[in-house]
């Protein structure tokens, strides 16, 4: 019998946001996050400044989550990623409705470039998040037959794979 190179087993897939991949499109997210509102900061600085100390501790959030996605995919990084986030889409949403306290400039300013680009940025990852968040945390279930029903979207297994010989059946498959 020939020896064929192992193919994936029949272990449900993580997801697209465990792997490096997803956690690098939430990495780019969140920092592209930080950069929109660095970008604001130098006019937040003599309008309102508290306003740019929340914006200084959101760049520090964003990079510091950003460091912890890198790290690991657990579900508590993506809750972070995804937390930080909706905080900020909760701020802007306040700062065109209501009005920050001593800020007013921006109520009803929903047209905003910069503001535009967050709100699209911090909704992508709050998605993002919660999607990579439920597959962590199904990832992290031991059991693999309950891990195979959680999961939406187990690969197929591969009936044929290339072997040293060429083409043939994996694990026996006829």
Do not use: C, K
């Not at 700062?95 to 940025?121: E, K, Q, Y």
């Not at 999607?131 to 009936?159: N, S």
Request: hydrophobic share 55%; proline share 6%.
């Amino acid at each position: 019998m020939r020896q064929l190179i192992p193919t994936p087993s029949t272990a449900p897939h993580a997801g697209a946001a465990s792997e490096p991949a997803g956690r690098a499109v939430g990495v780019l997210l969140l920092l592209a996050v930080g950069l929109v509102h660095l970008l604001d900061a130098p006019q937040t600085y003599h309008d309102t400044r508290y306003v740019f100390w929340m914006y200084i501790a959101l760049m520090a959030g964003t990079v510091i989550v950003a460091a912890l996605l890198l790290h690991t995919g657990a579900a508590w990084a993506w809750a972070a990623a995804g937390a930080l986030s909706a905080l900020v889409l909760v701020g802007y949403l306040l700062s065109r409705t209501t009005g920050l306290p001593g800020s007013g400039d921006d109520v009803g300013n929903w047209l905003d470039p910069l503001g535009l680009a967050s709100v699209w940025l911090e909704t992508a990852l709050v998605l993002l998040s919660a999607y990579g968040a439920a597959i962590a945390r199904v990832a992290a279930i031991a059991d693999p037959a309950q891990r195979r029903v959680l999961m939406a979207a187990e690969p197929a297994r591969p009936r044929y794979g290339l072997g040293r010989a060429g083409l043939g059946p994996v694990d026996g498959a006829e």
